[in-house]
């Protein structure tokens, strides 16, 4: 099982600290945000890795990269839990560059050379998973399970009109479909869609259809995955999987504030001085 992480986005609303540093190298306190899921991906037995990123983005090739001059550095200082902190991923991670911002069903197309004939587990970076199950593994289990592509999903989260919005199956296994956005009252399900999804390798043959249609269109606007999501939920190919654990959503600033402070909250060190500033500010 491969892992893709799609990085390529402009990050706009986090503009002006993403003119220049990636979304994804945000830190949650002193990791980046993308970290997360490699290491979700790692503790999920995936070890090959690609980053889909854009010209933008070469500080996340050099977080990934060994750090030679800084190991020397801790080496001869001793300084062995600081060396620990640096040392690369166990993991092979590859890089490729979406060079137009052309949606997800396009950047999804640039990583069919790197999964093959497989399935593969995607992610989109503002979505980060707290759990004693790692997200990607949880995914990874419902497809040995049922051999179809799954979606990740949240139940009932505030302002459902915010998401796609599955429609289930009267097995309440499979997905029939998916409502972007519904209005209040007319969703199909109280179970929405996130960033986090296992492919199998058949969506190439309806990504690649949804592409000819949007370029024969005039190619305008982006060009989503959910055309071929869709052809596959026609044939019975995807179910859902209901998260186990907490989703933090880095989307937005707001978003990313309490993702901060939740994982602050997880460390002893990093809580007390968060209740301290909170009695300091009352």
């Known amino acids: 099982m491969k ?23 945000l830190p949650i306190i002193n990791r980046p945000s993308i970290d997360f899921i490699v290491e979700e991906f790692i503790n999920s037995g995936i070890t ?16 990934f990269d060994r750090e030679t001059e800084l190991e020397d550095v ?15 991923a166990k993991a092979d991670i590859f890089f490729r560059r979406q060079t137009e911002m ?25 979505d980060l998973h707290i759990g ?26 505030p302002h459902l009109e915010r998401y796609g919005v599955l429609k289930l199956d009267e097995d309440n296994v499979h997905v029939c479909d998916i409502v972007e956005k519904p209005a209040p009252g007319t969703e199909p399900s109280r179970e929405v869609s996130i960033g986090r999804y296992l492919f199998t390798p058949d ?12 370029c024969e269109n005039g ?8 055309y071929a999501l869709k052809k596959l939920m026609e044939q019975n190919r995807v179910v859902y999987s209901p998260i186990a654990g907490e989703r933090l959503d880095t989307g937005t600033p707001e978003g990313y504030l309490r993702a901060i402070v939740r994982y602050a909250m997880m460390d002893p060190v990093y809580k007390n001085a968060v209740l301290e500033e909170i009695s300091r500010s009352k």
């Open 74 to 88: 801790f080496m001869k200082e001793k300084a062995f839990a600081k060396l620990e902190k640096i040392a690369p």
């Open 3 to 25: 892992g893709v992480i799609i990085a390529a986005g402009y990050g706009t609303r986090f503009l002006p600290v993403t003119k220049t540093v990636p979304k994804e190298m």
């Open 203 to 214: 969506i190439f043959r309806y990504l690649e259809e949804g592409w000819r249609l949007h």
């Open 48 to 63: 090959e890795i690609l980053i889909l990123t854009s010209r933008r983005k070469k500080a996340l090739d050099d977080y």
């Open 102 to 126: 052309k949606g997800t069903g396009h950047a999804l197309l640039q990583v069919k050379a790197f999964t093959g004939n497989e399935p593969f587990v995607v992610a989109y970076p503002d």
């Open 132 to 157: 004693d199950i790692p997200l990607a593994a949880q995914l990874i289990k419902r497809y040995e399970e049922t051999g179809c592509s799954v979606m990740s999903a949240l139940h009932d989260p």
């Open 219 to 226: 190619g305008q606007g982006e060009y989503f995955h959910v």
